[in-house]
Structures are given as structure tokens and as C-alpha cells.
């Protein structure tokens, strides 16, 4: 498998490759950008907090670096259907109903997210799931005009999900609106082998915390399935945590470098209304989002190791290779990315761009890249080779 996936991204990179991964509904040919209000918000959340982070998206620039799904997760409905067994919006909080909020969002150039589950119940039990209602909750969603389904996995009566998740995928096809179809199966039974041929994106790892030890064992677990992600289907290691307080900014900043590298949908988790600025400058770095938005879509991983001192690196579009130097370590050390590991051969000359620091390097570099990180942060380039 490993010399597969070699030979794949070499012939990705040189172009002998169309990789089309992900269900063939021309949706999520890069990862997914937007935001979620599960991380911050859970189950309290209303149709104000919708609107106003649409808002935010615009005011702040984020829109315009390509953040466009608002997606609402968890707990908007009331708990039973209606009538006609139709999902109904809680009217305590989303007094307006769906349809006006995808309109509103929609006015603003965004999309709308939602949230369900393959099972009898949601997550949080405070409404019904669509197991066994998945052509009517498709129709819905679609008649609403929502753009992207996140799909969970609770209360599901200990079906398989690959029983229960193409009957979605189906009915998400024939509900008449292109709607990104989002698998949130926590990577039980290694979806990475069979969700490509039904979903856009599906989970590789259980739920994220805001705390550091979450997100380098999610970076770790999602790192074995690289080579199954590509242009339609993506790896999905669970939403951002950048902003929510739990971690440094450093922290954050790894987060956020190691979500693009790895081709991760970037789903904000923050109350975006009141973010800082440093927030703001992590989330809508333009150099680091056009790794993760890079047109080639291989997914980077680690390629090297010596204790905590990590080398991530992946191709990019055009020869380049993008680098993150991770030092997951508790005190400032050197880290060495080698020529070798990171797909070029020793004799190529590279010129090397920092990504945070948005300067070149003042040198032209062969064979290694060398350079001191602080402790718990990373540096992170594009190599553009120059010679060879």
C-alpha cells in the first residue's frame, strides 16, 4: 500500500493522474471552508447566531479568502416530526424557519449547512435523525435550500454504516440541488476504503477537544488514510478549534498549518462575532489556505520524525512541495526537512517562501531546509524549485 501510494502522488504530481475522488456530484473538488457552530455553541444556538456569523464572515474578510458554508449543527429542530413526517425547525429558536435563513445567508453570497444524523435521534436526542427518512429529509433540505449535510452517526440501533450512509447519498442525488454530503462516522469502520464513492468529506477521528493532546492525536490518526484523499473526497479530521481559548496562539497556528497541509476541511469552530485579531490573522492567512485549497488535492503527511520533532510535507501544484516543520516538543529545537523525504531529488534547488512569516527566504536551499521552532509551534513554506 505505502509503494502505492508513493507511485499515486508521483503521478499526481507530474500529471499522469486524474484522481477523482468522492461521490461524482461535482461538489468539494477542494476542501470544504466555511464555518460550524458545534465547537463553541453545542446545543445553544439560534437563528441570530446564524445571521450574525454570516455576517461576521463578510465584515472580516474571511468570505473573500473563501469561507462560504455556514453550517448549523446540532439541535435546530423540535424533537418530533410534523404531520406529514416532515422535519420541523424548533420554533423557540429558529422562529423563521430554515428556508428564511438559507435565503438570508444566500443574500450574502454564503451557503447553508445542516445537521443530521443515520440514526433514530441525533446525538444530542433533542430531535429525530433521518434513518428511514432519507428521501424525504433529502427533499427538505433541498426545498430549504441547503448546500451542505453534515450526517452523524448516534442512536443507530448498531446498523452498519455502510447500510445506513449510501441510502443518503442516494437520496441527497435525487433531491434535485447540489448539496455537499459531509459523513461524520468518527472513522469507526475505516470509511476512508468505502466512503469515497458516496460522500464529499468523512470523518476520520472521534470529536476534537480545544486542548492540544486532541489535536495532535487527530492529526496522528487521520495521517494513515492520506492517500485515499483527492479532488471530491476528502479526509476530515474534525472542525477547527482556533479561537475557542483552550490552546496558545502557537498552538492554534499548528492547528490551523497542519489542517491545510493535510487537505482537512477548514470549518471554523469560534464564535466568530468577537474574535480577536490574532484569531483573525490565523484563520484567514491566504498563503496557508491556498496549500489546503491547492488544485492538485493530495493530502500531505508526515513524513519524518525524530521523537517530537515532525517533518509534514506534501505536493503541491506546479513542482512545489509545501513544508511544515512541527515541533511538538516542550522547548525551542532545530528541525531538519531532507530533500529526500519530502519527494525532491538532492541536486534540486529550491527558493523557499515562509507562510507566517509571508517573506522568502533571503538563500536559494539544496538538499535540507533547517530551521528553530519554538516549542508546541511549527514553520511552514512552499519550495518552488529553481533548478535541478
Known amino acids: 500500500m505505502e509503494v502505492m501510494s508513493v507511485l499515486l502522488t508521483v503521478l499526481l504530481t507530474i500529471g499522469l493522474w486524474d484522481q ?9 473538488k477542494t476542501p470544504p471552508m466555511g464555518w460550524n457552530s458545534w465547537n463553541h455553541f453545542a446545543c445553544s444556538i439560534d437563528e441570530s447566531i ?3 456569523t454570516a455576517d461576521a464572515l463578510i465584515s472580516t474578510g474571511l468570505s473573500k479568502v473563501g469561507y462560504e458554508y455556514v453550517n448549523i449543527d446540532d439541535c435546530w429542530g423540535e424533537q418530533n416530526r410534523d404531520a406529514q413526517g416532515n422535519l420541523v425547525a424548533r420554533a423557540s429558536t429558529f422562529s423563521s424557519g430554515i428556508k428564511a435563513l438559507a435565503d438570508y445567508v444566500h443574500s450574502k453570497g454564503l451557503k447553508l449547512g445542516i445537521y443530521s444524523d443515520a440514526g433514530s435521534y441525533t446525538c444530542s436526542k433533542t430531535m429525530p435523525g433521518s434513518l428511514g427518512h432519507e428521501e424525504q429529509d433529502a427533499k427538505t433540505f433541498a426545498s430549504w435550500g441547503v448546500d451542505y449535510l453534515k450526517y452523524d452517526n448516534c442512536n443507530n440501533g448498531g446498523t452498519q454504516p455502510q447500510k445506513r450512509y449510501p441510502t443518503m447519498s442516494t437520496a441527497l442525488s435525487n433531491s434535485g440541488r447540489s448539496i455537499f454530503y459531509s459523513m461524520c462516522e468518527w472513522g469507526d469502520q475505516n470509511p476512508a476504503k468505502w466512503a469515497p464513492a458516496i460522500a464529499n468529506s468523512w ?4 470529536d ?5 493532546d486532541s489535536i495532535t492525536s487527530r492529526a496522528d490518526q487521520n495521517d494513515q488514510w492520506a492517500s485515499y484523499a483527492g479532488p471530491g473526497g476528502w479526509n476530515d479530521p474534525d472542525m477547527l478549534e482556533v479561537g475557542n481559548g483552550g490552546m496558545t496562539m502557537e498552538e492554534y497556528r499548528s492547528h490551523f498549518s497542519i ?5 482537512a476541511p477548514l470549518l471554523i469552530g469560534c464564535d466568530l462575532r468577537s474574535a480577536s485579531s490574532e ?3 490565523i484563520l484567514g492567512n491566504q498563503e496557508v489556505i491556498s496549500v489546503n ?13 525524530q521523537g517530537d520533532l515532525e517533518v509534514w510535507a506534501g505536493p503541491l501544484s506546479n513542482k512545489r512541495v509545501a513544508v511544515v516543520l512541527w515541533n511538538r516538543s516542550g522547548s525551542t529545537s532545530s528541525i531538519t526537512a531532507k530533500w529526500k523525504d519530502i519527494g525532491l531529488s538532492s541536486n534540486t534547488v529550491v527558493q523557499a517562501r515562509d507562510l507566517w512569516a509571508h517573506s522568502k527566504l533571503s538563500t536559494s536551499l539544496q538538499g535540507n531546509l533547517t530551521s528553530s521552532v519554538d516549542s508546541h509551534a511549527c514553520k511552514m513554506y512552499i ?6
Open 203 to 206: 470523518r476520520t477521528t472521534g
Open 279 to 281: 484569531t483573525l490573522g
Open 50 to 52: 446564524i445571521r450574525g
Open 293 to 305: 485549497q491547492d488544485p492538485l488535492g493530495v493530502q500531505g503527511k508526515k513524513v519524518s520524525k
Open 20 to 28: 477523482t475522488n468522492g461521490v461524482s456530484n461535482g461538489i468539494g
Open 259 to 263: 489542517w491545510a497541509l493535510i487537505k
Open 208 to 212: 476534537i477537544e480545544d486542548k492540544w
Open 383 to 388: 519550495l518552488t524549485p529553481t533548478s535541478s
